[in-house]
């Protein structure tokens, strides 16, 4: 009865301290908005939504992120009257992270143009409301769109380095304490180093950070559930990389990731000689004959043009928004005399008062009262 009595006791604290060890490690808590579609139509209205999804499933699987849940995001944005598709501002980050207990959300946008198709993820941190990273990648056609999408999974992983401890050294290997579960890869390199002094605010006596003294490196060959053992590809000094060094993985390290070829079509071709005073210039019928201006407008119509404006208003559409624009001098009776259209709805970061660089197709203009043009909106800088 007591062998049988230590024994069960033997499995109470081997399963304690199996759970210890897997609870040490902890997921980074993430959000994923559905990606805001811009430009071109594209042949499936939910693309952004699709685009979400498979970024979740491309951070699930690298084993690093703890990913909320696609319903529970889905009520929390309707209760907190945010809308899921596209980007959100600092307020709207900092509210939703409140509320899931999330550190980090990922919003972004499909950008679809003549001949190539590009998608822009950013990393928000609910803290602080700033971009922690920002990736893109570009392909020539939609049908690669999930190849893109796993690319900018493993770019975002790169902002989230790992970190751990060498728990043994064994000649010319060192074992660390992260594994498969934490997202640990065989080909991985971790730079090793010690803590050194404290780095104290002289008035307050505020610890605001501790030196670091790098000791090595070393490349990752084998990989479990909760450790790794790696090479040492170089020291500092003999016998420099000891146990309880600490060690974080190295993001330039990474192999580059392929790109995708564009073949198709060249890249946008922004015609930056088309400055807006000189087209409303020349399309203005109460300055030139008629003839003369519809024959400049078939020099320009389609042309890729980059003007600045403010924002005078922003009309939400279901499938898109208008984003009316002053630009230019001239005294207007409408307020506005540039028309941006967008596939799916303009970004929430966007106000009106803002001045932006607006970058898009020429695709009409009408002369009533105002010259008014209208622009398809490729991209937007404030």
Known sequence: MKTLTNFLFFLIIFSFSVQTAYADFKKTKIAVMDFQMQGEKFETSDMGKIVGEWLITALVETGRFDVIERRLLEKILQEQQIGLSGIIDTQSASRLGKVLGVKTIVTG????????TEVNARVISVETGSIITAEKVKASSNTNLDILVSQIGEKIVRAFPLVGYIVNRDGNNATIDV???AGVKQGMKFVVYKEGKAIRHPKTGEVLDVETIPTGEIEIKTVKDQTSVGIILKEESPDALSYGDMVRSVVAH???LPEIPIKETPAINVDYSLAFEDVEKNLD???NARDKVKVYWKTVSGKIVSWTGAIVNIRHGRNKSK?????GTRNLSKGYNVTIITSGRAPEYLKEGDTITFTGQLNGYSHKRDLIFEVVYASITK
Do not use: P, Q, R
């Open 109 to 116: 946008t499909v950008t679809k143009l003549s001949g190539y």
């Open 179 to 181: 594994g498969n579960l």
């Open 254 to 256: 990474f192999e580059k």
């Open 285 to 287: 019928n109460s300055l």
């Open 323 to 327: 984003i009316l624009i002053k630009s």
